[in-house]
């Protein structure tokens, strides 16, 4: 096990509501970021966070919010919730330097109704 | 922009022979090359990861890779597979001039056969 955790594991909303989901990092690092994981594809890139900034954000609307808290561990917010944002939504956590590995969390599994 | 070719949806291996996953990469600057292991309803295990030096990367479970730059490629290998192997595998790249972002490939799900 990575020391990653997540929660909820598995989450069940309605169209137009708002989530949100937690994840407790690996002690120690200090970055902390978010994919998205659609049904047989590669996971994509939400955000990251350093020193509870964001620090860096791929191709997601602005309805994708997060934090991170000075322990390190974060939220990914979503509002207004479309079908498609029915994925498993995984947190990585690392330091801070681009040469050193992350490591995952089990994941939540998010299904929009 | 940085980008990762994952060329097939699966492959097919018996239990004892060579497995090769292969992977091709696009980046503006120099790459960090990353290979991580999914199992079912599971995240992401990292394997291992190319950063310099030695172009042969060894890893967990007995897998490695080989970092080839002219042709922009880290394909992961394990000499002998085993059924535990099955599962669904990623490559990833980060490029060094453009953060801490991973990108990933589509995935090639691994099935080996008793």
């Known amino acids: 096990e990575t020391g990653v955790t997540q929660s909820p594991t598995h989450l069940i909303k309605t169209r137009g509501q708002q989530v949100t989901l937690r994840c407790s990092s690996q002690s120690g690092h200090n970055t902390v970021s978010w994919y998205q994981q659609a049904l047989g594809q590669g996971p994509q890139f939400i955000f990251q966070?350093?020193?509870?900034?964001?620090?860096g954000r791929g191709n997601f609307p602005p309805r994708f919010s997060g934090l991170q808290f000075p322990n390190y561990s974060s939220e990914l917010n979503v509002n207004a919730l479309e079908l498609d944002d029915s994925a498993l939504y995984l947190c990585?956590?690392?330091?801070?330097?681009?040469?050193?590995?992350?490591?995952f969390g089990q994941g939540t599994r998010l299904t929009v109704v | 922009a940085q980008s990762v070719a994952q060329p097939e949806d699966q492959v097919n291996v018996a239990e004892g022979n060579p497995l090769t996953v292969k992977c091709t990469y696009s980046?503006?600057?120099?790459?960090?090359l990353f290979w991580y292991v999914q199992y079912p309803n599971r995240g992401l295990q990292f394997l291992l990861k190319y950063i310099t030096g030695d172009n042969l990367v060894k890893g967990s479970y007995g897998f490695e890779a080989e970092f080839n730059k002219s042709q922009t490629s880290f394909h992961l290998k394990k000499p002998s597979a085993l059924v535990s192997d099955s599962a669904l595998y990623f490559c990833?790249?980060?490029?060094?001039?453009?953060?801490?972002?991973?990108?990933f490939g589509g995935g090639t799900r691994v099935l080996v056969k008793p």
């Open positions: 980046v503006s600057g120099n790459p960090y």
């Open positions: 990585a956590s690392s330091f801070r330097d681009a040469n050193t590995e992350a490591f």
């Open positions: 990833a790249v980060r490029d060094r001039a453009a953060g801490n972002k991973l990108t």
């Open positions: 966070y350093y020193r509870e900034e964001e620090n």
